[in-house]
């Protein structure tokens, strides 16, 4: 890192192992203490941590501060910048239902999002639930979900005060502002209403955090005299509700990363039971969307990698009864439906490029809708209305600033009902975004997304932030984000990495990084920093790699095989200790995450093979880059020890290098911050040390 001097040593981390045998192999973790004993009673209240540890990760924290002190002036800057480019009293296209259209929006100054909506021909707008109102005294504040009932009386709502994603829902009456009695703790957010508004059903989430039961909510009783509708025994399956395409079911998905399996319950009687779609079957995932009495699923099934939709009698929808409509296309990936009474809509995605495709189901006639740019970003954006010809979608690209149509299927003609503004101004002619092909170790064309200012020309000097992800078959978009500006502003060029493990080049993509093939993930990436060096957009240590999650386990395993590439690392709640989590099934992802990783527990092969890669277990003596860590205290996702540990055995561990800084929000969870403003603050840490690692110190840009 390009400070001459560090202001102070860091903190040493006590070794005291923790010895256990696994498959013949023994293991010795010295950090092992930095996981509280209490960890679940930490989330429900985090000043229950042990102060040992709590002691230990404040003394972390004031070491990161003292190292990104230099940095106070550009992190100021910084903030300063990205808050100009947000629109502050910002809102949402309201949304129609009935006689009303509903919306978010934000106040000037406001932190967190006003809920309300307006008469559907205009008038004033009614706020409901103020967030800013419901998060004072509170260091953390995020809503879950939002849902009015179907006579549009009531709005069920729920919020998270820890960062631990524990909800509580509550229910407010529109006409007196004021809430119900009804309080339903330890829930997962979202809600499914009954037809007549006396009902809802929704997911609690049990001591380890798993979502694993269903219930049925009359309004006016208490939580304990809620019925239990439905139960998942398998604890490495969750559940949830979801309203159907027509509003006439509550569906229960519950499943795995590799395997699904659908309950209906009717929501016209308070007494349904759940009805099962199609019984589970290893492998097969499917989702299920209602038109009268006709089923439409789209699934895998049939060695469809790239999933196929098919059709079935709601009154005889098992398996046997599913007739094609949409064939199977290897690398066109049926990313998502949504479906009208007249038209399925299907978002699909080859070579990483999205494309909305409406089909009008009267004739089978398809058509779909046209875009110019190399590379960018599609979402279809969910309506409360079911018979209706209009479709909503953004579109963005990493030039291009989120733009929001309704479309009418019928007549196709777009309308333009929003595109974001930047009160500091935007040019999208001063930036260029290009797509390139990497080629991997194995031959495997990696696509990228770059984005650049128009004066900034390969020379081999850039900079170069490469973002990736590449697990859980999640695609990163090549989407519009105002935040990173402020380093291509700065000279920077930003890049994602579409590796493997991704879904951005279809399901095989992603089923090409995952289990026995994750490492394509890691080489992957490498593979794009190489071609972006040998394609002079940047040189090797002029690189700050960046990834959160699962795509800090990304971060933490290229560390480890190709130091000398990146000068820095930023790794946002990484998940760093594969094998030690993945060991410990009382966790709340670990059963879930198996068929994702593989279960190291009962299988050799699996625990050999996470053992090779995971980052905590990898960490040699060598030179690392600059590396910083993000973690919060509350996250049930990736918990804050897996970092601490993987910041301490660096430390112990390297042989020069660094710094390697630990910052722990001890006031939040998975993503940070909640506010919108203090998330910024955040992001500033993050870039300012990315500017700091490739020597870029200025608090203005170019």
Known sequence: MTLDTLPEAPPLAPRRPLVRTF??????????????ANWQRVLRDPSLLDPAIRAYLEAENHYAEAVLRPTEALQKALVAEMRGR?????????????????????REGGQHPLIGRTPRDGGDTTTLLDGDTLAAGSAYFKFGGTRHSPDHRLEAWSADVRGSEYYTTRVRSWQTGEDLGDVLEQTSGGVVWGLDSTFFYYTGVDENHRPLKVYRHRLGSAQSDDVLVYEEKDTG???RVEESASGRYCVINTGDHDTSENWLIDLSRPDAVPRLVAARETGIRYGVYDRGDELFIHTNEGDAIDYRIATAPIATPERKQWRPLIPHRPGVYIVSVALYAGYLVRLERANALPAIVIRRLADGNEHSIEFAEEAYSLDIVDGFEFDTTRLRFTYSSMTTPAEIYDYDMAS???????RQEIPSGHDPAGYVTRRLLATAHDGAQVPVSILHRRDVCPDGTAPLLLYGYGSYGMAMPASFAANRLSLVDRGFVYAIAHIRGGADKGWGWYLD????????????????????????????????????SAGGMLMGAVANR?????AGIVAEVPFVDVLAT???????????????????????????????????????????????AMAGLTDPRVTYWEPAKWVARLRATMTGGGPIVLRTNMGAGHGGAAGRFDRLN?????????????????DQAD
């Open 23 to 36: 498959h013949g192999v023994t293991l010795a973790d010295d950090y092992a203490w930095l996981k509280d």
């Open 412 to 418: 196709r003609q777009r309308i333009l009902r929003k």
């Open 562 to 566: 190709a130091p000398g590439l990146f």
């Open 86 to 106: 947000i629109k502050e009293d910002d809102s949402t296209v309201p949304q129609p239902d009935g006689p009303f259209a509903y919306l978010s929006r934000y």
């Open 237 to 239: 399956w969750f559940a």
């Open 582 to 628: 993945m060991l410990d099934d009382t966790l709340p992802l670990t059963p879930p995450e198996w068929p994702e990783w593989g279960n190291p527990i009962t299988d050799e092969a699996a625990f050999r093979h996470i053992r090779s890669y995971s980052p905590y277990d990898n960490v040699v003596a060598q030179r690392y880059p600059a590396i910083l």
């Open 513 to 548: 990084g995952k289990r026995e093939k994750k490492t394509n993930t890691f080489a992957d990436f490498e593979a794009v920093a190489r071609a972006l060096i040998t394609q002079r957009y940047t040189a090797a240590g002029h690189i700050v790699a960046h990834g959160g």
């Open 682 to 698: 955040e992001v500033a840490i993050a870039y300012a040390f990315a500017l700091h690692a490739v020597g870029r110190n200025s």
